[in-house]
Each structure stands twice: as structure tokens, then as C-alpha cells.
């Protein structure tokens, strides 16, 4: 059985589809994408030099693209102080009195919660605004002026 440059190459994308989806790289879906366009260009007739070249650009070209464009968008925040993840994040929480290394008790939600203040300087008991978790912690700064 003879098999063309085409068939190769959509073999060689179809591999990399697989990988994709085995191991979760996005990456490998652009490389997938160059294999493509080089088995477009071999059913066009090309020769072998013109589709590894095309498959080198398209491929490395999106790959390029695709980077560079995750590298200019902005990162979320930390998981432990990300409303997306958190949604106690940004609200607010009544602390009645303040321990001496900066740790309260308050409640929240209908529950005693451990709270730690994040702010500079000494805290006065009153309002805060909840601006990480860790585990059962909250992690308490000043309301700003702006609320």
C-alpha cells in the first residue's frame, strides 16, 4: 500500500489531536493546525521541501500567536483571593474586638469564623471587607472610602 504525503500529514495531525486531548496542551492543536496546512499543500501538489515549510510556518506561526496573545492578557488573581473562585471575597464582616497579633473571631454567614487583618497598622473593631480565605481564615482589610 502506497500512501500519499497528504495522508501522512493528515496522520501526523491526527496524532496531534490525540496528544492534545491525552495531555491537555493547547499548543499541540496549533502544531495539529501546520499539519494540516501542509496536507492542504500537498493535495495541491507541492513539493515535500514547500510542505514542511508550510507546516513549519502555520504551525509555529499559530503557536507563536497564541502565546504571545496569553502573554498580553491579564492574569487572574490567586485563587485565594479571587471573587471568581471565592465569592465571600469583597464582602463585608463585623469584627467586635481585635486580638493583639492582629486576629479576631467574627461571624459571617451564620458562622464563628477566624479572621486576620491584612491592613497596615493597628486595627479598630468595626467593618471590614474580606479580602482572602485560607481554609477557615479570613483575611480582613479597611473599607475602602470609595463603598
Known amino acids: 500500500?502506497?500512501?500519499?504525503?497528504?495522508?501522512?500529514?493528515?496522520l501526523a495531525a491526527g496524532v496531534l489531536v490525540a496528544s492534545e486531548l491525552l495531555?491537555?496542551?493547547?499548543?499541540l492543536l496549533m502544531l495539529a493546525s501546520g499539519a494540516a496546512a501542509a496536507a492542504a499543500a500537498a493535495h495541491?501538489?507541492?513539493?515535500?521541501?514547500?510542505?514542511v515549510v508550510v507546516a513549519a510556518l502555520a504551525g509555529g506561526g499559530a503557536t507563536a500567536a497564541w502565546h504571545f496573545k496569553r502573554m498580553r492578557?491579564?492574569?487572574?488573581a490567586p485563587a485565594a483571593s479571587n471573587r471568581d473562585v471565592l465569592l465571600d471575597i469583597g464582602e463585608?464582616?463585623?469584627v467586635p474586638a481585635w486580638n493583639a497579633d492582629g486576629t479576631a473571631r467574627a461571624q459571617h454567614r451564620g458562622a464563628a469564623w477566624s479572621v486576620r487583618f491584612t491592613g497596615q497598622g493597628t486595627p479598630e473593631p468595626g467593618?471590614?471587607?474580606?479580602?482572602?480565605?485560607?481554609?477557615?481564615?479570613?483575611?480582613?482589610?479597611?473599607?475602602?472610602l470609595s463603598r
Open 127 to 144: 467593618q471590614f471587607v474580606i479580602v482572602s480565605m485560607q481554609g477557615s481564615q479570613l483575611g480582613v482589610a479597611p473599607v475602602p
Open 92 to 94: 463585608l464582616v463585623h
Open 1 to 10: 500500500m502506497d500512501w500519499s504525503a497528504s495522508t501522512w500529514w493528515w
Open 23 to 27: 495531555s491537555g496542551t493547547f499548543y
Open 44 to 51: 495541491l501538489g507541492v513539493g515535500v521541501t514547500f510542505q
Open 73 to 76: 492578557s491579564p492574569r487572574s
